[in-house]
């Protein structure tokens, strides 16, 4: 009978090899050359993968704490995964976060590219670009097929991606131009020169087959409904959760921030508004940093300092994790930042990307606690951390266990963490704080809202009793977040391609804070936060009603 450790080997090994773009984020060597079969054979091949797995669980014996964890975990990732599948989802990936293009553009800026072997390996892949896209096209069309048309503002959020990866736009190049214009030079000159065009070729027609053969037969309806939001909440959560609870908890927390906003905007000017209270922040320049690489280093110098201050101190900072990079991300994508995780080995650090948006000029104040979400204390320790207990955690725990209710909600929960431990003591930074925490209470709002198509509550001012729509979230959306125009209509978009996702932060630090509220009245006086933190992360990612059972053992 084999155990949760050996089921979960072969379970990587058998998606790795069915899914090279997962095998290159975890960094399983040997599938770099290639990519995933994203037609729907591909797709019920991971499938099966998943069954089969699940299949073996039933079985796996229970002799440690460690084991039923393991099993728990792994059980309700598939699960989730396979009711995404059944409902169809598959065929409905194309989304302006997350779609498999994004995937396959992504994937290649995790490999390694160091010697004349790597730059070999990427033109393998590079060549493979084409055929992966033509084996999406063939999913969609029996999407199709199946009446399961993707909305039309996905199809045309995923075609403008397209255009800018393969640099349609005017004097721009391409994604994969400018990729192998890194190599140094030598034998591989030409191959990856011809596979380049070859890819960024294939992005364009893609745009252009989704524009004129796509979106004609696409839906012009962007909301979920409640039956495929309710699963699409619990695959990006991992609980089952009341939406219409969560919906009035999204307006409550949306509240209450807004009330210390608007005391944090009084002591940086006196009867300050926000609007006033954050032109005053940004024309300070001692809050600004000009230029992208200056703003870059800025980054990393704070993800730097934070580790240094941190380690021995709140948390114990293994030597493996005490690298992360940060990056600027390549045009194309979505608005937010984002957070790459180490390969397996730790060979490829942990990586935070910035999308500039084509910005020079950057205000720190909301920059800081954005920084803490995506590096340390937030993703890069959670994350790093789990891939540093190869000595307790399954391989599955340690490179596929990841729930976005669970890290996401960790990364917003730092953010108030270091609030909590002085690091946001300066005004302009703690509004900068609260405001990312009204921007995710107005994702609750606003993502439930508009998939179930939601009244707005009649006690409140902006439009009572209408329903929801995109139309009526983007301006509520831009004023209540304090957040630039463009971000915000990237983040509708993106909202409404991933129903159930945008709630995962704010309903996952909801999980983080009433576990530590609770073992806190438990403990008492004997309370350590240090050492909380320590057992909570060092638990791994799992969904969220699993966290709140673990969490009561603390």
């Keep these: ?40 054979t591909g797709l019920e091949e991971q499938a ?31 699960r989730a995964r396979l009711e995404m599948r059944e409902a169809g989802e598959d065929y409905l990936s194309l989304r302006a976060l997350g779609s498999p293009p994004s995937s396959v553009r992504q994937v290649f800026d995790l490999m390694r590219l160091e010697s004349e072997e790597d730059w070999s390996v990427a033109a393998a892949r590079l060549r493979a670009v084409p055929r992966a896209l033509e084996q999406f096209r063939a999913t969609l069309v029996e999407g199709l097929s199946r009446g399961l048309p993707c909305a039309a503002r996905q199809v045309l959020a995923t075609a403008t991606q397209c255009d800018a990866w393969g640099g349609r736009e005017d004097g721009s190049r391409s994604f994969f131009t400018t990729f192998v214009a890194h190599y ?6 030409r191959e990856l020169a011809d596979a380049a065009t ?3 070729g294939s992005y364009l027609e893609l745009a252009s087959w989704l524009r004129t053969e796509y979106l004609p037969a696409s839906s012009s309806k962007d909301a979920a409904g409640r039956e495929r939001y309710a699963l699409g909440s619990r695959y990006f959560t991992g609980a089952d959760l009341d939406l219409d609870d969560t919906y009035d908890f999204g307006w409550a927390e949306l509240h209450r921030i807004e009330d210390r906003m608007a005391a944090v905007c009084d002591e940086i000017a006196p009867g300050a508004s926000r609007k006033e209270a954050i032109e005053r922040i940004e024309a300070d320049p001692a809050l600004v940093i000009e230029g992208e690489e200056a703003f870059r280093r800025w980054n990393q110098e704070l993800i730097d300092k934070t580790i240094s201050e941190l380690d021995g101190v709140h948390f114990d900072i293994a030597e493996p994790i005490r690298r992360c990079e940060a990056m600027i991300a390549p045009p194309g994508g979505p608005a937010a930042m984002y957070y790459t995780g180490p390969s397996e080995d730790f060979s490829r650090p942990g990586r935070t990307w910035y999308p500039t948006l084509g910005k020079t000029r950057f205000p720190l104040w909301r920059e800081v606690s954005i920084c803490f979400h995506e590096g340390v204390p937030g993703h890069h320790l959670q994350i790093a951390q789990v891939l540093y207990l190869s000595d307790r955690l399954t391989r599955f725990q340690r490179l596929d266990g990841f729930t976005s209710g669970h890290g996401e909600g960790w990364a917003l929960y730092a953010e108030r963490l270091m609030g909590e431990l002085g690091y946001l003591e300066t005004p302009a930074f703690e509004l900068g704080m609260l405001s990312a925490q009204a921007m995710r209470a107005t994702r609750v709002v606003v993502d439930i809202g508009m998939h179930l198509e939601l009244a707005i509550p009649d006690g409140e001012a902006y439009h009572p009793g209408e329903r929801w729509t995109a139309e009526l979230a983007l301006p509520f959306a831009i004023e ?39 073992a806190m009245d438990r403990k008492g006086a004997a309370f350590d936060l240090k050492d909380f933190h320590r057992y909570a992360l060092d638990l791994g990612g799992m969904g969220l009603d699993q966290l709140a059972r673990e969490l009561q053992r603390y």
């Design 48 to 78: 099966e993968i998943e069954r089969e797995a699940l299949l073996a669980l039933a079985g796996a014996p229970r002799e440690s704490q460690e084991d039923r964890i393991a099993v728990e975990v792994m059980e309700e990732r598939l």
């Design 184 to 189: 140094p030079g030598g034998p591989s000159r």
């Design 1 to 40: 009978m084999a155990t949760v450790h050996e089921i979960a080997d072969r379970y990587i090994e058998q998606m790795a090899a069915s899914d090279p773009i997962s095998a290159t984020d975890w960094g399983v060597a040997g599938h770099d050359d290639r990519l995933p079969d994203l037609s729907p």
């Design 480 to 518: 209540r977040s304090s957040a630039p125009p463009d971000f915000m209509a990237s983040e509708i978009d993106r909202y409404l391609g991933l129903p159930g996702q945008a709630i995962s932060y704010k309903v996952g630090e909801r999980f983080w804070l009433e576990g530590r509220k609770a």
């Design 198 to 200: 070859a890819a960024a």
